[in-house]
């Protein structure tokens, strides 16, 4: 069964550096976006992607943040200049953009960033 | 402000038993919601989808979606210990995104 998959599962930086943290959404799958997850605390939209540019962001998504799509494959999310309360598991999820089912978001497995 | 609204829990069950989880949300222009299973420290894996009104079963899930009470439930029939952890229901609101509530831990008492 397809599914999605990040990279690294774990990413360990210091405050002010920059990381990126990588997806490869469901090979058919035209919608992509990043939440994210602090821990305890539920899950929080970041951004969404379509046909190569943003298509909705929340008041999270800052400067610091940014998505690109480099290839056919991949989907990444960069935070430039991490901080403290960035640290929190960060999902990646796809969905297909046909019928009813558009809306129906298949998440990866999570990379955990921790910022010291 | 779209909320989803959802008891944290814990919510305990026998085992062999019925777990009844809940969900409210606050706006009317409501497109779907889906209900997600949460492992500790995994990431969120999909159960079920609904888009209107009634029942939708799936194997031993039940999903139910009421848009006049802005209110969806999940049912579990015969509860397994492996049924144990946080069920995430998520509404999608017109827009791209999933709108999540806090999370409902179940426990599956053997």
């Known amino acids: 069964e397809p599914e999605v998959t990040q990279t690294p599962s774990h990413q360990v930086t210091q405050m002010g550096q920059e990381v990126i943290l990588r997806c490869v959404p469901i090979?058919?799958?035209?919608?992509f976006y990043w939440y994210r997850q602090i821990l305890g605390q539920k899950v929080e939209f970041l951004v969404s992607?379509?046909?190569?540019?943003?298509?909705?962001k929340s008041e999270i998504f800052d400067d610091q943040f940014s998505v690109e799509r480099p290839d056919g494959s991949n989907f990444t999310l960069k935070i430039r200049s991490t901080k403290l309360e960035d640290s929190a598991m960060y999902f990646c999820?796809?969905?297909?953009?046909?019928?009813?089912?558009?809306?129906?978001?298949?998440f990866g497995p999570g990379t955990r960033l921790l910022v010291l | 402000q779209k909320e989803v609204e959802q008891n944290s829990g814990p919510l305990s069950v026998p085992e062999g038993a019925i777990a009844s989880l809940n969900c409210t949300y606050s706006?009317?222009?409501?497109?779907?919601f889906f209900w997600y299973r949460q492992y500790s420290g995994k990431s969120p894996e999909l159960i079920m989808s609904?888009?209107?009104?009634g029942d939708k079963e799936d194997g031993r899930f039940t999903a139910q979606l009421n848009k006049a009470s802005q209110y969806v439930s999940l049912l579990i029939r015969d509860s397994q210990p492996s049924d144990s952890a946080t069920y995430l229901c998520?509404?999608?609101?017109?827009?791209?995104?999933?709108?999540f509530g806090t999370g409902t831990r179940l426990t599956i008492i053997p």
């Open positions: 992607f379509y046909n190569n540019e943003i298509s909705e």
């Open positions: 090979s058919n799958h035209l919608y």
């Open positions: 609904i888009y209107s009104n």
């Open positions: 706006d009317r222009v409501s497109q779907s």
């Open positions: 998520a509404g999608n609101f017109g827009n791209e995104k999933l709108t």
């Open positions: 999820a796809s969905s297909d953009a046909a019928g009813p089912t558009k809306e129906t978001q298949y």
